[in-house]
Each structure stands twice: as C-alpha cells, then as structure tokens.
C-alpha cells in the first residue's frame, strides 16, 4: 500500500484549468510557508487521504468525462511526479501543474518529457520581500524555474496573491517590470488575499485598500 500524498481529489472544476473540465487533486506538504496561505491543512499534513493508487483509480474512471487534472497542494513537486504524470497520460488526459517554483529540476525535467501541458507560476514576491512573505530564502530557484519556462515557450502563466499589507501598487509595479525584462509578456493573473480561519500568519483584511489605479500597464492584467 503506497503512502497517502494525495490530501484530497476534487472531482470537478471548469475554474482551475483554464477552457478545461478538470479534476483537481491535492497534494501534501509545501516547502513555503506563505503569511497568506488559506491551505494550512495541507501544507502542514504528513498524510492524505488517498493513495496515487487511489488517484489513478479515480482518473480511470473519469475516461470520457474530464478533459484532465490539475496537481495542486500544498506544493505537488515535492512528491515524484513523472510515474504519476505518465500514467495520467497514458489514460489521455491533459495535466496542469500548480508551482511556486521552487523545483526546477522536477519541473524542467517533467516539461522535456512532455509530462505536464500548462503551469501555473506563483510569483509570491520581488526577492526584498520573498523571505518574509514565503519563510523561504531560494528566491533564485523561482526565478531558474520563470526562466526556464519563458525560454522554453511553453505553455503557462504567473499569478500573484496581492494583500495589500503584504504587497503594494509599487511592488506589483516592480514584479512586472521583472516578468517583462526576462521576456514574459503574457498576462499576469493578481488574486486577492481570501481570509480564513486558517491563513498560516492568522493575517486579517488587509487595514487598506490595494491602489489598483496605481498599476501600469506593463504587462495585460487579469485580476481573479
Ligand atoms: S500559498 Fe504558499 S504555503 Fe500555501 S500551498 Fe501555496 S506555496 Fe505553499
């Protein structure tokens, strides 16, 4: 019996993988510990619920009705993914893949096998703030991973979680100015901060308005 690295399987989103019906499934643990983070249970669990197994039990069944998956979390390249990807693939289905990038050389590897379709990027912070906002210090490891997916041309986007204690119109400014300088020039998905009673910092609505009329038009923004 393998380990339970899946937290949880949504069955059914037409939201997270963008014109895709979609199964989302949630995997355990994350090498990050964002102040903003509303998935505490998951990124501190050792165990899931379901097996990989059990996983691919579950995508077997959805032959026909789902056009793919999203591997989400916590943070899912902490686990080895390429067995898992291959075979999703081989049942035929479509995989995005949720990162905060932090990965590279999973991440890298898994595009040249053709093993993943799309990414989602976090892009947490410009390097002043990652620290602070992330608990992590591999700024870098981000940025191996932006730029390799920029270089590659592949198929993804970056996306930002705005708090406007956290980040502000400025540092928003900057972070663009950074994605359009390595050659990212598609557009940039802003979510707001959703409080929980489990955000990893017990952080509240932030005490001001984020200043949205304040952001140039550096890169097309969608906010979500
Ligand atoms: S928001 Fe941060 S801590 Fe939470 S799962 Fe994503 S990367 Fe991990």
Redesign the pocket.
């Known amino acids: 019996m393998g380990k339970k690295i899946v937290y949880d399987i949504t069955p059914f989103t037409h939201l997270d993988y963008p014109g895709k019906l979609a199964a989302i499934a949630w995997f355990t643990g994350?090498?990050?510990?964002?102040m903003?983070?509303y998935?505490?249970d998951?990124?501190f669990s050792k165990e899931g619920i379901h097996t990989v197994e059990d996983l691919l039990r579950f995508m077997g069944k959805r032959i026909g009705l789902l056009d793919g998956i999203v591997l989400s979390?916590?943070?899912p390249t902490l686990h080895d993914l390429e067995p898992i990807c291959r075979q999703i693939k081989e049942m035929g289905f479509l995989i995005k893949l949720d990162t905060?990038g932090l990965k590279p050389e999973q991440i890298k590897s898994l595009v040249q096998k053709d093993l993943i379709d799309y990414i989602a990027l976090?892009y947490?912070a410009e390097r002043a703030k990652f620290g602070y906002i992330?608990g992590s210090s591999q700024y870098l490891r981000f940025i191996e991973t932006l730029d390799f997916l920029i270089a590659r041309q592949f198929d993804f986007e970056v996306r930002t979680?705005v708090h406007a204690d956290l980040l502000n119109a400025d540092d928003i400014n900057r972070m663009m100015h950074e994605l359009k300088n390595r050659g990212y020039n598609k557009t940039y998905y802003l979510q707001t901060f959703v409080e929980t009673p489990n955000n990893?910092a017990n952080i509240k609505h932030p005490s001001k308005d984020f200043a949205k009329q304040a952001l140039r038009d550096t890169l097309p923004i969608v906010w979500r």
Do not use: A, H, L
């Open positions: 994350c090498n990050m510990r964002c903003y983070c998935n505490s998951i990124v979390g916590g943070e905060n976090d947490k992330t979680t990893i």
